[in-house]
């Protein structure tokens, strides 16, 4: 065991580089038996990804996945399987602790507040009215759909203005055709919420390509029987930098399909140039949609997933342009 344990930095190395090939199961099997070595207590987790991964294989297989989206299942898995290797020397570590004080003896506290305490270094304990805001928030982001089918996340702002991304809308002319659709929701009783429809307008249509900072910039034709006003607008904070570490949620249409939202494992893993990439989840459609802070402001606009080199190591992340930089583009354009 002391020969495992001294050689635990070169085998966490070899799950790691077994992740960046993308053999899943191998690294599956490969953390097995050290699991089973070192008593690690991590079966659980390797157990679910490993289910994870056959399901979408073969999803894939039968053709229930195209190739875009079986890539990006598996690059969930991978970057999950990442973080379970990340967090083995801590497990270790614990278990150690664990089994030195196996022979003490211990009393419950007197003092009633002493039973419980904040896991982790953060507090991530949030009030109700936080999932109040976020219902509240939700109202304003809408399903993009194009002339031809494609379909895209957008939001509207306070100020009436609707951002979603470039390669979603790209040029005035695509703007004809084009809808966007509130409220399609799925609610708590299972049906599909009533759909408002809002045509766009390209007047003052401003954008910036895929390579720059992926962003259109259109309003709506409004209907005088059903105004887009009622649902409201998000409050953007372009100079609401996040932090590496900070939590980010998504509020979007993935795949076209329902609202839904992004709550767990939204990390801020860097923030470069125009870019903040974090781990919050998305999938295609999701393109356009905002990217909030913890107060609910929105900081950056979501167009992409990627690999990316986190402190020397390469991370799948997903990939936000902070409204710094839009806003200061749209500034210089006197917009």
């Known amino acids: 065991m002391e020969e495992t344990q001294g050689a635990l930095p070169v085998l966490l190395q070899t799950a790691e580089k077994m992740i960046q090939r993308n053999e899943i199961q191998g690294v599956i099997e490969f953390l097995e038996r050290l699991d089973e070595q070192q008593k690690i207590g991590i079966s659980q987790d390797l157990i679910m990804q490993s289910g994870n991964f056959y399901q979408v294989y073969d999803f894939y297989k039968q053709g229930m996945l195209d190739e875009e989206k079986y890539f990006r299942q598996t690059a969930r898995i991978r970057l999950a399987l990442t973080d379970i290797v990340k967090d083995i020397p801590r497990k270790l570590e614990l278990n150690a602790r664990i089994k030195g004080l196996g022979a003490y003896q211990f009393d419950i506290p007197s ?182 802070n913890n107060f609910w402001q929105v900081i950056a606009l979501h167009h992409a997933g990627k690999a990316v080199n986190v402190n020397g190591q390469q991370r799948d992340a997903n990939e936000g342009i902070l409204f710094r930089d839009i806003f200061d583009f749209i500034s210089k354009k006197g917009g």
């Open 111 to 292: 003092n009633p507040a002493e039973l419980e305490k904040i896991i982790g270094s953060k507090d991530n304990l949030l009030t109700i009215s936080w999932l109040e805001k976020a219902l509240t928030a939700s109202k304003a982001v809408c399903r993009i759909v194009m002339a031809n089918g494609a379909k895209g996340t957008g939001f509207l702002t306070k100020d009436g203005y609707l951002f979603t991304n470039n390669h979603v809308i790209g040029t005035p002319e695509a703007v004809k055709g084009a809808r966007a659709e509130f409220n399609y929701e799925v609610g708590p009783d299972g049906n599909v919420r009533p759909l408002s429809t809002y045509e766009l307008d390209a007047t003052g249509f401003i954008t910036s390509p895929v390579p720059e900072l992926d962003f259109a910039r259109v309003r709506l034709v409004d209907n005088p029987n059903n105004s887009y006003k009622q649902w409201g607008g998000l409050d953007i904070a372009p100079n609401s930098l996040p932090a590496v570490g900070d939590p980010v949620t998504i509020i979007q249409h993935p795949g076209g399909m329902d609202k839904r939202i992004a709550l767990r494992a939204n990390e801020v893993l860097q923030v470069t140039n125009q870019y903040v990439h974090y781990t919050t989840d998305t999938e295609g459609g999701s393109s356009g949609s905002p990217v909030f």
